[in-house]
C-alpha cells in the first residue's frame, strides 16, 4: 500500500494531537484524529478522558458539513461498538466522510478490524498501516493488556555512577537531581498503576503520587486534574501500617496479599484501601494478570532491589528507566537489583539499550531485556 507525503503529514499531525491525551484517557488508548477535505485540515479532535467524545467524534463536530467528501487521518481504528460513547465508524458514516486512513487497527477483540470492514460496508475506501509503529508505541500499555491480558511494565530505579541505590544503612534521598526527579513525576503520570514492595512502604513511607500541577502535564490542563495513578502495594503478610502516608492520599489504594490476617484486612479497608487475595501466592504474572484485568494498562514498578530482581528475574519487566547520577557511592552501599544464583557470566541478563539522554546533571537509560533471557 502506497501511501502520499500528504498522508505521511496529516498522519503525524493526529499522533501529535493523539500524544496530548498522554496523562488522562486512561484506561483508554490515546487517540488523534484530523480531517482533511482538498489538502485544507477541517476538524481535528483529540480523546481526553474516557466517557468524553472519542477524537474522531470531536473533528467531526468541527468539521460539520465540511466533513462531507474528506480523508479522516485517524491513530487507531475507528471503534464500531456502543461503549461509553457511541460508535465512531457511525458517525463517519453519517457524515459522508469518503476515505479513512488508520495507523493501526485496533487490537480490541470488540474492534479488530470490524471497524474498517463496516465502513467499507458502506463504500467507504479504507486504508491501515501509515506510521503504525508511532501508533503502536503510544498505546503500548493498551495494546499488550488487549493482546496479553497484562499491562506494560517499566521499573524506575536510580543509581550513582557504581550502580548503588542506597547507602547501607538505606539512607537514599536524594541520588538524582531535581530535573530527574521531575521526570520520574511525569513517568507516574502517564501511568496507570505505581507498584511497589511492603519493604519500601515500611523503609521509606512513600506517597507513591503525582506532585505536578496541571500545567506542567500536556493535555491535562484541558481536562482540568492530574490523574492519579493506582496505588498497589504487595504486602504478602499485610504490615502495612494503619498511619502510612499513601492511606491517607486522594485516589485509590490495592493491597495484594496471600495469607494476611483477616481483622487486618477489615481495618485497611475501611482506610478506602481495597484489600485483594491472591491465596496461590503473589507471584509476579499472577498480579499482572490481575492488574490487566482491572484495566491497568501501564505499571510503574518503584521499589527496592528484591523486587526489582524479582521482576526481572521473572520476565514481567518490558522496559527499564535508570537515572545514573553522577557520583559514587561506595562498595558498602545497597545495589540495583538483588539477584541470587547468578554466578557466571553465562548466566548475564543481557539488555538492549534504547536511549540514553541527559536530565539536567543525570543521565537517564532506556533499556529493555532480551526476549526470552529471563
Not at 25 to 46: K, S
Not at 65 to 86: F, W
Not at 200 to 211: C, G, I
Amino acid at each position: 500500500m502506497s501511501f502520499t507525503p500528504d498522508d505521511h503529514r496529516f498522519m503525524a499531525r493526529a499522533l501529535r494531537l493523539a500524544r496530548r491525551g498522554l496523562y488522562t484517557t486512561d484506561p483508554n488508548p490515546r487517540v488523534g484524529c484530523v480531517l482533511v477535505r482538498d489538502g485544507e485540515v477541517v476538524g481535528e479532535g483529540w480523546h481526553r478522558k474516557a466517557g468524553e467524545p472519542h477524537a474522531e467524534r470531536i473533528a467531526l463536530a468541527e468539521a460539520g458539513e465540511r466533513a462531507r467528501g474528506s480523508t479522516a487521518y485517524v491513530t487507531l481504528e475507528p471503534c464500531c461498538h456502543q461503549g461509553r460513547t457511541p460508535p465512531c465508524t457511525q458517525g463517519l458514516v453519517e457524515a459522508g466522510v469518503a476515505r479513512v486512513v488508520a495507523a493501526m487497527e485496533d487490537p480490541n477483540p470488540l474492534v479488530a478490524g470490524k471497524g474498517l470492514a463496516r465502513l467499507r460496508e458502506e463504500g467507504i475506501v479504507t486504508e491501515v498501516g501509515l506510521m503504525a509503529d508511532a501508533a503502536a508505541e503510544l498505546n503500548k500499555g493498551f495494546v499488550k493488556r488487549m493482546t496479553q491480558g497484562r499491562p506494560w511494565v517499566r521499573c524506575k530505579l536510580a543509581m550513582s555512577l557504581d550502580g548503588r541505590t542506597a547507602m547501607a544503612s538505606g539512607e537514599s534521598q536524594w541520588i538524582t537531581g531535581e530535573a530527574a526527579r521531575r521526570d520520574v513525576q511525569r513517568l507516574r503520570a502517564r501511568s496507570s498503576a505505581i507498584v511497589t514492595g511492603i519493604g519500601t512502604v515500611l523503609a521509606d513511607n512513600p506517597s507513591l503520587n503525582v506532585r505536578l500541577a496541571p500545567e506542567a502535564l500536556p493535555g491535562v490542563a484541558e481536562v482540568g486534574e492530574v490523574r492519579q495513578p493506582v496505588r498497589v502495594v504487595l504486602d504478602s503478610a499485610l504490615r502495612m501500617p494503619l498511619d502510612a502516608k499513601l492511606l491517607s492520599l486522594p485516589g485509590r489504594t490495592w493491597i495484594f496479599h496471600a495469607h494476611g490476617d483477616p481483622a487486618k484486612a477489615r481495618r485497611l479497608a475501611s482506610h478506602r484501601v481495597e484489600v485483594i487475595a491472591l491465596p496461590q501466592g503473589l507471584d509476579l504474572p499472577l498480579v499482572m494478570s490481575e492488574l490487566g484485568r482491572r484495566e491497568i494498562n501501564e505499571v510503574l514498578i518503584e521499589a527496592g532491589p528484591t523486587l526489582a530482581g524479582a521482576a526481572l528475574r521473572g520476565g514481567i519487566i518490558d522496559e527499564l528507566v535508570i537515572y545514573m547520577a553522577p557520583h559514587v557511592m561506595g562498595h558498602g552501599a545497597r545495589g540495583l537489583f538483588h539477584l541470587p544464583g547468578l554466578e557466571t557470566m553465562a548466566q548475564r541478563l543481557p539488555l538492549r539499550i534504547d536511549q540514553i539522554r541527559a536530565v539536567g546533571e543525570d543521565w537517564r537509560i532506556l533499556a529493555r531485556p532480551v526476549a526470552g533471557s529471563a
